[in-house]
């Protein structure tokens, strides 16, 4: 897994390049508790090179989810690849996260 991050004024964008399993998920654990990720109004999260997601890779999402929503951060999953949509559609996760087929349909919001 490899991480690149994007920084602009007021949002940071996330490139997740490879599988986010149970080792890979610490990395992006690491990278959502920096305090400077709650400095941006939007994390953006490009999905498109992601091909993998475990239960630990979603645990470190959801870990994180209300941490961003009481700091107003808006947390956006874009360009996700259907079979990665498809864990968190069974999961229902896409009722609770926002999820866009586009990175204009992201920095939109």
């Known amino acids: 897994m490899k991480i690149t991050q994007t920084p602009s004024d007021t949002t940071l964008t996330l490139v997740l390049d490879g599988e986010l399993d149970a080792s890979s998920s610490v990395l992006l ?4 508790s920096n305090p400077t ?21 979603l ?16 947390l956006v999953f874009f360009n996700m690849q259907e079979k990665v949509h498809n864990v968190f559609e069974i999961l229902g996760l896409d009722s609770l996260m926002t999820i866009v087929p586009s990175v204009t349909e992201a920095a939109a919001l």
């Open 37 to 57: 990720v709650l400095q941006y109004q939007k994390v953006l999260i490009d999905c498109q090179r992601l091909n993998y997601i475990s239960s630990a890779g």
């Open 29 to 32: 654990d690491t990278e959502l």
């Open 59 to 74: 645990g470190v999402f959801i870990s994180h989810l209300q941490r961003f929503q009481d700091a107003g951060v808006k």
